[in-house]
């Protein structure tokens, strides 16, 4: 079972649903795109907030959650390393030459 967060609530909603029937949902003009997806924080765009999608879903998040998840990537791939930053450095410079 998977779930939609809209407006303000988890809702149950059929994996078997066809891609009109979920873009029809990222469409939703109540979709509340005025808070943090993440942490309900207010958003503004001035302080550095995002709103963007993700494929068709519509997204929105604080700049403290946006950089929570950039750390959480970096440490995911290793680039907290200097030994692996190092390397993939190196292979990029490999792959432009």
């Avoid at 950039?70 to 907290?80: L, Y």
Wanted: with cysteine; aromatic share 10%.
């Amino acid at each position: 079972m998977m779930y939609l967060y809209k407006n303000g609530v988890f809702m149950k909603y059929k994996e078997d649903r066809t891609s009109m029937e979920r873009a029809a949902d990222a469409e939703d003009p109540n979709i509340n795109m005025d808070e943090c997806n993440i942490c309900s924080a207010p958003i503004d765009e001035e302080q550095g907030d995002i709103i963007g999608y993700f494929g068709i879903c519509p997204v929105s998040f604080c700049v403290w959650c946006v950089s929570s998840m950039t750390d959480m990537i970096i440490q995911r791939n290793g680039f907290d390393d200097i030994e692996t930053l190092g390397e993939r450095i190196n292979d990029l410079k490999d792959e432009h030459q």
